[in-house]
């Protein structure tokens, strides 16, 4: 989980293009670099800089004050 703009995002945790680590991986504004290899996902559209073919799955986050509710994106 991330924060873009001060909202949470939340995203899957494995990179597609060679399952790295996401959760490890650098923002910077809205995009998430993976620590492997370098590669680049928009963290509002899921789109990967250097493959469009590739997306990342991201997820709806709603805080309920303690609560942090994660629920799939509708199509």
């Known amino acids: 989980m991330f924060l873009v ?10 990179c597609p293009h060679a399952q790295g680590p996401l959760h ?3 923002v910077c ?5 993976c620590p492997w290899h370098g ?6 559209t899921g789109e990967c800089e250097e493959d469009p073919d590739l997306l990342i799955k991201r997820y709806d986050v709603a805080v309920d004050g303690n609560d942090i509710l994660v629920s ?4």
């Open 24 to 26: 490890q991986g650098e």
């Open 5 to 14: 703009n001060g909202s949470p995002v939340a995203t899957q945790a494995r």
């Open 39 to 44: 590669w680049s996902f928009d963290l509002v």
């Open 72 to 75: 799939q994106l509708s199509a």
């Open 29 to 33: 504004g809205t995009v998430l670099t």
